[in-house]
């Protein structure tokens, strides 16, 4: 159980176009899901947080125009990097949670983005 | 402000050399302490939720503790498949005042071991 997958596993991308990333929960029903970033050899950084049709929660620094969440239901949010630059590429992973009322969170194997 | 932070940056063992990492931790309201191990190019992957101090929890060759103040996860007799980084993340009972949510977690930079055969 507690199954995270996203989509595409890798992305690569030209300077100035978006790129829309997909993660589902494929065995529960996630009440909330999580954006994280992962530049090269540093931990991961939450961007936002998403609940199943609300608005979402960005971190400060993270710019809401620019990362586009959509959580539309249980199982699926994505994440629209619009207007991508050399600087955004990064490792995106997303998290949900919502399995049986615990407060863990299961990640996704994560996103390579490469903007060129 | 909240900080997480994990000790040794980097271990490298002998198969069969038990130790423990650190984590020691500084929130204003911890609702809970979480371990995962992540290996290259992949998500992290849940081990352990500590809620309380003096709490602790097994799962193979892996134990996690919780104190006030850090926790400690200890690996006993490790494998080469154990070789990974493991990572401590907190979640707080309520949100930051810079904004944001207060589910996300906040992560450690990471214990990356090393099990040599």
């Known amino acids: 159980g507690a199954v995270v997958s996203q989509h595409p596993s890798r992305v690569i991308c030209k300077s100035g176009t978006s790129v829309k990333i997909e993660c589902r929960s494929l065995?529960?029903?996630?009440?909330?899901m999580f954006w994280y970033r992962q530049f090269p050899k540093q931990s991961l950084m939450l961007m936002a947080t998403s609940n199943e049709g609300s608005k979402a929660t960005y971190e400060q620094g993270v710019e809401k125009d620019k990362f586009l969440i959509n959580h539309a239901s249980l199982t699926l949010s994505t994440l629209t990097v619009t207007s991508a630059h050399p600087e955004d590429s990064s490792f995106y992973i997303c998290?949900?949670?919502?399995?049986?009322?615990?407060?863990?969170?299961?990640f996704g194997p994560g996103t390579r983005l490469t903007v060129t | 402000e909240d900080q997480v932070t994990q000790s040794p940056e980097a271990l490298r063992l002998q198969e069969g050399e038990s130790s423990s990492l650190n984590c020691s931790y500084t929130?204003?309201?911890?609702?809970?302490l979480f371990w995962y191990r992540q290996d290259p190019g992949k998500g992290p992957e849940f081990l352990f939720t500590?809620?309380?101090a003096g709490e602790e929890k097994e799962k193979e060759r892996l134990k996690a503790t919780l104190t006030k103040k850090e926790s400690f996860l200890h690996i006993t007799a490790p494998k080469p498949e154990d070789s990974a980084t493991y990572l401590c993340?907190?979640?707080?009972?309520?949100?930051?005042?810079?904004?944001?949510?207060?589910?996300?977690?906040?992560f450690g930079k990471g214990t990356h071991l090393i099990i040599q055969p």
């Open positions: 065995d529960f029903q996630a009440t909330t």
């Open positions: 993340a907190v979640q707080m009972k309520w949100a930051p005042p810079s904004g944001g949510g207060a589910d996300g977690l906040t």
């Open positions: 500590l809620y309380s």
């Open positions: 929130v204003s309201g911890l609702r809970g």
């Open positions: 998290s949900a949670s919502g399995l049986a009322g615990a407060y863990e969170q299961y």
